[in-house]
């Protein structure tokens, strides 16, 4: 069964910068989309950032626009997310997920990684 691996979670103050890796773990196929979303405490999981076309076309939540940025592939099952100028509101548990048609929902999720963001 394939799911999701994060790494690179952590403390941070804000201001500050942190990066996120995720990978595919088992057998895996090419997929169409890969995402970041995260949980913060008491709150529903939010949509983050997204790429597909290969890491052609990506797409951000608002709250993130310009702090944050995808990279990787989606064809290989791998994508990052370079966080930065970060805010104590950025404080959650970060998931990375696949989609593996345009119709299908984001599954495969992984365990997540941690980001604390505070002084």
């Known amino acids: 069964q394939v799911h999701m691996v994060e790494s690179g979670g952590g403390f941070a103050r804000p201001g500050g910068s942190l990066r996120l890796s995720c990978a595919a773990s088992?057998?895996?196929?090419?997929?169409?989309?890969m995402g970041w979303f995260r949980q913060a405490p008491g709150k529903e999981r939010e949509f983050v950032a997204g790429l597909l076309g290969g890491g052609r076309i990506t797409s951000y939540a608002d709250s993130v626009k310009g702090r944050f940025t995808i990279s990787g592939d989606n064809n290989k099952n791998t994508v990052d997310l370079q966080m930065n100028s970060l805010k104590p509101e950025d404080t959650a548990v970060y998931y990375c997920?696949?989609?593996?048609?345009?119709?299908?929902?984001?599954?495969?999720w992984g365990q997540g990684t941690q980001v604390t963001v505070s002084w």
């Open positions: 088992g057998r895996t196929f090419s997929s169409y989309a």
């Open positions: 997920a696949t989609k593996y048609t345009k119709a299908s929902n984001f599954g495969s």
